[in-house]
């Protein structure tokens, strides 16, 4: 295979550039080792209005991404004439953020006559553990998890062959953890504050419905994930109660919330991980971050025989290392580098590792 190697003859050096939401990107990789992880994040100037506007996270990449790689370049002590490759997120996500990476990408594409690869953002979510744990051994399953996405991957090989099992129908599992902290007044985003108040509740103290799970559904969505119905079944729930004069207990509506989400996303992926006799799971997205999450992986994997893998939270959110994780795959499996004219895709499909 044509696998691209630096000057000395070592692996690749890598810059990987991620600005598909609110998060300016940008990490240097050299084979699987991670140099510096530099990420510049607009989150504060969007927390005022509940969600992410996409023209201030485009403004805020624009002034933070030539500081953000001067940033990374000098941490790790690589001067740009050195980078072998630029690989950065084409989507999905946001199309006005995702055009100024991809602009900036290019512009050093160009600059340094260095090869550009316009990289899948979900599969980068999984291919960040390798900077972790270590190279995927065979066959894995990748859950990645966030606000914008819930698939299930069977990975072949990271570079080559993902193939998506399910997705979510509706809403990803973060965005849910997000809408239900709305209704229970909690600031945005509310999936951590929902992960610190579900500690504090009962999850059995109220039982939400597990959305898919029924045996109709077992032949045609039996990957796929759906939590809109969950969400409206909390807010009639606390409707109901504040109806009758109660007191919403929040930590119980919480707690409960959070068994169903992640009572699901566990099942029905240890499940896909015994119909494809897969024996590592790895786990990624910002969603990972959740503790329900992480702790009925763990119990459900280690009684199922499933090596888990979930790196440290840095890694779970957006950030460069994932996106210059799968660029340095990519690169070393011989792909073929991307044409100067590509677009970004909002809806980037998980057939395409790259573009
Ligand atoms: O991957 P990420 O940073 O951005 C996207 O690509 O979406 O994920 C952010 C999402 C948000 O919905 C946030 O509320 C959720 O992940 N999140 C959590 C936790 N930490 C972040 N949800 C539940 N529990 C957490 N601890
Ligand atoms: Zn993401």
Not at 16 to 42: N, P, Q
Not at 243 to 261: H, L, N, Q, T
Not at 262 to 272: E, G, M, P, S
């Amino acid at each position: 295979m044509g696998a691209m190697t630096d000057q000395t003859g070592g692996e690749p050096l890598v810059l990987g550039i991620e600005t598909s939401c609110d998060e300016t990107g940008v990490a240097l990789v050299r084979g699987d080792t991670l140099l510096f992880d530099a990420v510049a994040s607009s989150m504060d100037e969007h927390a005022r209005y509940g969600g992410i506007i996409p023209e201030v996270a485009s403004r805020a990449h624009l002034e933070a991404m030539v500081p953000t790689i001067r940033r990374a370049l000098g941490e790790a002590d690589v001067d740009l004439s050195e980078v072998d490759a630029i690989a950065v997120t084409a989507g999905p996500g946001l199309v006005g953020p995702l055009t100024i990476g991809a602009s900036a990408a290019k512009a050093l594409s160009i600059g340094l006559g260095k090869p550009l690869y316009g990289v899948n953002h979900v599969i980068g979510h999984a291919a960040v553990n390798q900077l972790v744990d270590g190279p995927f051994t065979g066959r894995s399953m990748a859950l990645v998890v966030s606000g914008g996405h819930s698939s299930l991957l069977l990975v072949d090989d990271i570079a080559t062959d993902v193939t998506e099992l399910g997705s979510t129908l509706d809403d990803a599992a973060g965005e849910a953890f997000d809408k239900v902290g709305r209704l229970l007044g909690l600031p945005y985003p509310g999936g951590p504050h929902i992960d610190r108040l579900a500690r504090e509740g009962d999850p059995e103290a109220i039982r939400f419905p597990r959305g898919l799970t029924a045996r109709k559904d077992q032949e045609k969505h039996a990957y796929d994930f759906s939590f809109s119905g969950l969400k409206t079944a909390v807010a009639r729930w606390v409707e109901s109660c504040q109806d009758a004069g109660r007191e919403v207990p929040v930590a119980d509506v919480a707690a409960s919330f959070a068994a169903a989400v992640v009572d699901v996303l566990t099942a029905k992926t240890i499940a896909a991980c015994r119909a494809h006799d897969v024996d590592t799971l790895v786990i990624g997205g910002g969603f990972s971050a959740n503790s329900q999450l992480r702790d009925m992986a763990a119990e459900r994997c280690a009684e199922a025989g499933i090596d888990l893998r979930i790196p440290p939270i840095r890694y779970c959110t957006d950030n460069g290392a994932m996106i210059a994780a799968l660029g340095s795959a990519v690169v070393r499996a011989g792909v073929a580098p991307s044409d100067l004219d590509i677009g970004v895709d909002s809806s980037m499909p998980l057939t395409a590792i790259t573009v």
